[in-house]
Structure formats: C-alpha cells, structure tokens
C-alpha cells in the first residue's frame, strides 16, 4: 500500500477567497474588505463580494465535490459573518451558513475540517488595534467557543489560525496584505506574540468544548530546505537552514513552532532579535504550549541548501536556470514534499499533516469545453511522490489537503492565477471541473496507487 489506509485525502478553500456575499445577512467587514479598497492593494483591483458566490451556492459546490470523489474538506470560518464586531453580538443568520454548509457536507460524505481563522479579521477588531491588542487573543477565544458551540456536534478536526507568517509577516510589515500596515519589527513580534496566544487559548476552548473526541492543530507556513545532494553534510546544513530563520523576519519555522510545541522561543532567534522580542507575561508560554494532534504546514516549495565546503555552514543553492515555475513565480521543487515532512517530524514528533499544497496557473475553458492543465498533474504526481517516500522513510503522515478545490480570490493577485482542481468562470459562475480533478479523484480512489511515479 503506497499510503496508509486511513490517509486523509481533501481539498482545502477558505472563506474570503470563495464565498463572497461578505454583508450579507448581518456580517460585518473585514480587514480584507477595507484593504480591497485601498488603490492599487490588488493587481487586477477586484475584491471578495462576489468570489465564487459559495455563499450562495454551497449546495452545489458540495454535491460537486461528492462527484470528485473528495473525502476531506478543510474550510474556514469568516469571523465577522459570525460576529459583525468581532465581539459581543453573534450573527445568528451569519452562524447558521456553517450550520448548513456542515450539513450538506455531511450528507454528502464529505468530513469537514475547519480553520477558525483564515486571515479575514473583523475591521472593527482592526480599529481597536487588531492582533497588536493583546486582547485579541481573548476576542478569538470567545468567538472560537461561539463557533465549537455551534458545530463541534459535527466537526472532529480544527485547525485555529492559518499561516500566521502571513497575516502577521505579509500584513502587518510589508503591507502586502491586509491590513496593509509597514511596522516595525517589535510590534510585528508583538503582534505575533498576541497570535499564537490566541491560538493557544482556542485551543482550550476545543478540547473543554467539543462534544465529541476532536483532532486540533494549525496551518502555518512549512518552509523547508532541501539538501543540495545526499551526502550527510548536505543534509544536515539543510537540517539547519530549515530551524534558523535569516534575519528579522518572521519567516520562519522555528518562531512560530517552538512556542506551539516546545513552549519557548528558539534561543537562536531571542539572541538575534534582540530588545525586538516580545516579553512573554505569566504563564504566555504555556497558554501557546497546548497539545497538539498534528503538525500542520502549508507546503508549496523549499529553497535548496548545501554545507559550505570551507566553513561547513549551510549555503543556499540558487535554483538552477529555467526551473519550472507557478505563475506566482514559486520554483518547482517536489522534494519539499520529503524534506519538510521528514524534518518537521524528527524535530516535533507529531504526525504531519499536509494542510495546503497545489500551483497556480493561468487556466482557461479550451475549445473542447474542458480544462487541461497536464502541469498540474505533474506537479501534484511529483509533490505526492515526495510525500510517499517519506512515509515509506518512516515519517507519519496523516493526511494531504490541495488547495484549492476551485479557482478563487488569490489575495492581492485577485483573480488572475488559478489554484483549482475546478475552473470557475467569474461572468457565469460556471464550475468546470479540470483535468487535475478527475485525476485527483482516481488517485483517492486508489489511494495513490494511481499516480505516475
Ligand atoms: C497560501 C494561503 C492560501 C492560498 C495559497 C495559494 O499562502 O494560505 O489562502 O492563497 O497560499
């Protein structure tokens, strides 16, 4: 058997990128809402209203993926449609789209895993400091048990924050995303400081709240080095490169991570960041430090590193010319699917889960009406094969989610690059399931048997 039997095979969305409607009903605005706004945020000036109208049509995205054979689904929750403020009032009407979306989902076979936090923090929370508010960590609590009230019933596997290196790093200091803020590196700690915090305290709230056994982690970044060859030395420098992070940056593994896992800051990183690094009050540490059932990462490349031949540090390689690139310009490089599984689990000991991986590509409906996107294929073949021969090395891997089940929103590139196994066509709305799709759906019903190796 090339995968366990029990491996979780899914597709990953989230909601600002799909679901459009953001005031329908009672929902209130969120950062990415305001940042939409702001001149030239988004390369081709659109914005979330409309997305894929998943809002209003959950039912037939459900019914499409039952027919892709889809299994898994990893969603999140759009906190200000829960609560319009991001405190106090819940939107009962807002609340009860995940109720029926869960339903559907269910009724279709499909198991749901839901990320409580995907990025689209409620404006008014954003006036009143946002994740710079040591507060928010409270806010999140509270809306977290609102949410594990509601659904945990239903839902067995959470994930609290996504990619935190994004919101915090791509938002809060280089004002590519939302909120769109530049500050400076002591309160982009202090902010990230407030974040895991949060996702430490949504975490109690699952394990006290939950009505049935639940499996919790989160989904931040993976971003692995690869070693140049297999020689040890390589390995280890790759080994590294991937625990250290390269200067004042919150691109990172071990920042995000060792709090989570091991309740500490790395030391490596408090000594380089300096008088930059958050003072931790009472009892933080362990609050972040919750038990965890996996490890999750987003995983879509890795940068190939070698051991210096004279000093024996790690060095990074330059990708050779002409790699394969994504439209994002991400180099193509299948071993990041070995290697970030493989070091991630020797260091945290928890099993991996792949919580994001997939390309973006410019797709379009050919002349035949269907979509052909063969590098997508090759690319996932190549990522999975990765994948397998580390679990074949003994590294546990429970689960693979591709983002995305369907084109969406991409952030400030709007709608020009594609990640979805289904084409949407944003005048119509039309779904149009791609090649990958039906691929995917062979190699779920193999269980990876299929794949081109
Ligand atoms: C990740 C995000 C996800 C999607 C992919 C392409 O960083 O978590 O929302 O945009 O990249």
Not at 343 to 352: A, C, L, S, V
Request: hydrophobic share 35%; net charge negative; glycine share 10%.
């Amino acid at each position: 058997m090339p995968f366990p039997t029990n491996f979780q095979w899914g597709v990953a969305t989230a909601s600002y990128q799909i679901e459009g409607a953001p005031y329908m009903v009672g929902g209130g605005r969120s950062v990415w809402d305001m940042f939409c706004e702001r001149p030239g945020a988004i390369n081709d000036a659109s914005n979330g209203d409309v997305a894929c109208d998943h809002f209003n049509r959950y039912k037939e995205d459900s019914a499409l993926m039952k027919e892709l054979g889809i299994p898994n689904y990893r969603l999140s929750i759009s906190w200000p449609r829960v609560m319009p403020e991001g405190v106090g009032a819940v939107d009962q009407k807002g609340l009860a789209f995940y109720d029926k979306l869960v339903d559907e989902l269910l009724e279709n076979g499909i198991q749901p895993h839901v990320t409580l936090f995907h990025w689209d923090l409620p404006y008014e929370l954003y006036l009143k400091g946002g994740w710079l508010n040591r507060d928010s960590a409270d806010w999140f609590a509270d809306y977290s048990q609102i949410v594990v009230d509601k659904l945990s019933d239903r839902v067995a596997s959470w994930m609290t924050l996504n990619e935190p290196q994004c919101f915090i790093g791509l938002g809060m200091q280089s004002a590519l995303h939302a909120p769109g803020d530049r500050l400076n590196f002591k309160e982009v700690l202090l902010a990230g400081h407030h974040a895991m915090l949060a996702h430490g305290k949504a975490v109690q709230v699952i394990r006290a709240r939950s009505a049935k056994p639940s499996r919790v982690g989160w989904a931040p970044v993976g971003a692995p080095s690869i070693p140049e060859s297999n020689s040890q030395a390589d390995i280890d420098a790759a080994r590294e490169a991937t625990f250290s992070t390269p200067g004042k940056t919150v691109w990172s593994n071990t920042w995000w991570h060792d709090p989570v896992f091991f309740g500490k800051y790395p030391d490596l990183e408090v000594e380089m960041f300096g008088s930059d690094c958050p003072v931790p009050k009472a009892g933080d540490m362990e609050t972040i430090c919750q038990p965890l059932d996996f490890y999750g990462a987003n995983i879509y490349n890795g940068q190939t590193v070698r051991s210096n031949a004279a000093s024996g540090e790690p060095e990074s390689v330059p990708h050779h010319l002409g790699i394969g690139r994504t439209v994002y310009h991400w180099p193509v490089t299948p071993d990041a699917l070995y290697w970030g599984p493989k070091f991630f689990y020797e260091r945290y000991g928890k099993p991996i889960v792949i919580t994001e991986n997939g390309l973006g590509l410019s797709d379009w409906v050919a002349l035949d009406g269907k979509v052909h996107d063969p590098q997508r294929i090759d690319f996932l073949s190549r990522y999975l094969g990765s994948l397998e021969r580390a679990i074949d090395d003994g590294v546990e891997i429970d689960g693979y989610f591709q983002w995305s089940l369907m084109d969406n929103f991409e952030w400030y590139e709007g709608y020009r690059f594609r990640f979805g196994l289904v084409h949407v066509n944003y005048q119509t709305q039309e779904r149009t399931p791609k090649d990958s799709a039906y691929w995917y759906r062979d190699v779920i019903k193999s269980n990876g048997a299929s794949i081109n190796r």
